[in-house]
């Protein structure tokens, strides 16, 4: 059965910091590209984030130079390091595998609030 369980999400004040952690289960986690998608209220689900089998990385422009994705095959998790969170920020973070088949989590909610 394929999992993918995001966590870490949460309140944070502008100019905050979270770490977003995917832990995947029921597939072979590295062979699969791993993105982080959100999604706003109101707007389209957009990526975020992501890193394919070995280390290259890519980064949505909103993303780049604050975020920081990584993977441990070992751990078969995937994570987003986001720091300098803005209230734009504010989403739903889903975690997503892609190779012939995509897989998604559940989300995990990100609000950046005074």
């Known amino acids: 059965q394929v999992q993918l369980v995001e966590s870490g999400g949460g309140l944070v004040q502008p100019g905050g910091s979270l770490r977003l952690s995917c832990a995947a289960s029921g597939f072979t986690f590295s062979l699969y590209v791993m993105n982080w998608y959100r999604r706003a209220p109101g707007k389209e689900r957009e990526l975020v984030a992501g890193?394919?089998?070995?280390?290259?990385?890519n980064y949505a422009d909103s993303a780049k130079g604050r975020f920081t994705i990584s993977r441990d095959n070992a751990k078969n998790t995937v994570y987003l390091q986001m720091n300098s969170l803005k209230p734009e920020d504010t989403a739903v973070y889903y975690c997503n595998a892609h190779n012939a088949w995509d897989y998604w989590g559940q989300g995990t909610q990100v609000t950046v609030s005074a």
């Open positions: 890193i394919d089998q070995g280390t290259s990385t």
